[in-house]
């Protein structure tokens, strides 16, 4: 097949990913990024001496084998379990308890009786349209209250009948087998430095030019010598009209020096703050993931709402989804066809990492065929 010159914009997963399957393949690849780093929502870097996560806790978990392979391939084969606490208040007592919530440890809590009174009424299948009916049916109106509603208002906001329950089955669970590990993929891993090392090793001999935006506006000059665009931004900002409802999410990290090596400040690598008093919903000490030796450690605090491009917000009725695909078109219009579209940002869905890169490789797929 007659090699072609791909311009991309963005350097996270997907859009790393399509452009090292496209240069071996014996294309021009140029990636633009607006930022002066790689590695999208996913990046690590140091804070002084301590590895840390400005855009949350991102470990890589698939169960798809051509996805791990490709990781592996690239550097990421450090092992790791990720385990998730919650923190609560019942009743006046302090809890640390397991997430997903653990019937084992539900049954120790004051408020048992009445938590097993509704489980043993729930259906077999969840049911409900809605992302707050879903739930509660998956777990009843008080585990809800408990672990789910708080924490959500802060993320998603006040409505959360307005949200679709489609994510819901992947990211909650009600587990009475003892399995502590947040995922049950085959594989899971955390790099020492976290994502970025990775992904630059995915980038090596691939032309990026950093701190480059380019939009509607400005991108014809870039794209004038190139035959075909790959976007992995979100559509809404490269059109300039901004009509998506998107949820940010702000890092406050915290610098704790004079440590032994091995200590760290919390319990975990990741504890949720369901309650609504708490005005962030969780916090992520990196170094539990990292197995760093060093005399610090950096917690961060998550505080959600901001106006950023973090998370696609999904409705009952898609109606955000159904406008990004009308943005598609709209954009596939303005370049004639030789346009595509990759990745958590540009297709206006919540997915993991190892999604984004197995849509960069259907992606490459289809532009082969």
């Known amino acids: 097949m007659k090699s072609k010159k791909y311009l991309i914009v963005g350097a996270g997963w997907a859009g790393s990913t399509i452009a090292k399957l496209l240069k071996e393949s014996g294309n021009t690849v140029k990636i633009v990024e607006k930022e002066n780093y790689i590695g999208g929502h996913s990046s690590s870097?140091?804070?002084?001496?301590?590895?840390?996560?400005?855009?949350?806790?991102?470990?890589?978990?698939?169960?798809?084998?051509?996805v791990a392979r490709f990781v592996l391939d690239h550097g990421l084969n450090r092992k790791y379990q990720h385990k998730v606490l919650t923190k609560l208040t019942l009743n006046g007592e302090e809890h640390l308890l397991s997430w997903p919530p653990q019937i084992d440890e539900l049954k120790k809590l004051s408020n048992w009786s009445t938590v097993k009174k509704e489980i043993d009424k729930l259906d077999t299948k969840p049911v409900g349209d809605n992302f707050?009916?879903?739930?509660?049916?998956?777990?009843g109106p008080t585990l809800y209250e408990m672990f789910i509603k708080g924490y959500s208002i802060k993320q998603w906001g006040d409505n959360l009948k307005e949200l679709s329950n489609n994510f819901a089955p992947k990211r909650i669970e009600l587990r009475s087998d003892g399995y502590r590990r947040l995922f049950r993929d085959k594989y899971e891993f955390f790099h020492p430095e976290g994502a970025s090392p990775i992904i630059k090793n995915i980038l090596k001999n691939?032309?990026?030019e950093?701190?480059?935006?380019?939009?509607?506006?400005?991108i014809e000059d870039e794209?004038?010598?190139?035959?075909?665009?790959?976007?992995?931004?979100?559509?809404?900002?490269?059109?300039?009209?901004?009509?998506?409802?998107?949820?940010g999410i702000n890092l406050e990290p915290t610098y704790f020096p004079n440590l032994n090596p091995d200590e760290k400040i919390t319990e975990s690598y990741v504890i949720n703050y369901p309650d609504l008093d708490t005005?962030?919903?969780r916090t992520i000490e990196t170094k539990h993931a990292s197995g760093q030796k060093v005399e610090a450690?950096?917690?961060?605090?998550?505080?959600?709402g901001t106006d950023d491009k973090h998370y696609p917000y999904p409705t009952v009725e898609n109606i955000y989804e159904n406008e990004n695909e009308n943005l598609k078109k709209q954009i596939s219009k303005i370049f004639s066809g030789n346009v595509s579209f990759c990745g958590r940002l540009a297709n206006y869905q919540y997915i993991n990492q190892d999604h984004a890169i197995w849509q960069a490789f259907n992606l490459f797929e289809e532009l082969h065929n």
């Open 45 to 66: 870097f140091y804070y002084k001496d301590v590895i840390w996560e400005p855009f949350g806790a991102h470990i890589f978990h698939t169960s798809n084998e051509k």
């Open 132 to 139: 707050e009916d879903f739930v509660i049916s998956m777990m």
């Open 206 to 208: 691939i032309e990026i």
């Open 210 to 218: 950093q701190e480059k935006e380019v939009n509607i506006n400005n």
């Open 223 to 247: 794209f004038r010598s190139f035959d075909h665009l790959i976007l992995t931004c979100p559509l809404d900002g490269f059109l300039n009209e901004n009509i998506l409802k998107w949820r």
């Open 279 to 281: 005005p962030y919903t």
């Open 297 to 304: 450690s950096v917690v961060a605090y998550e505080f959600p």
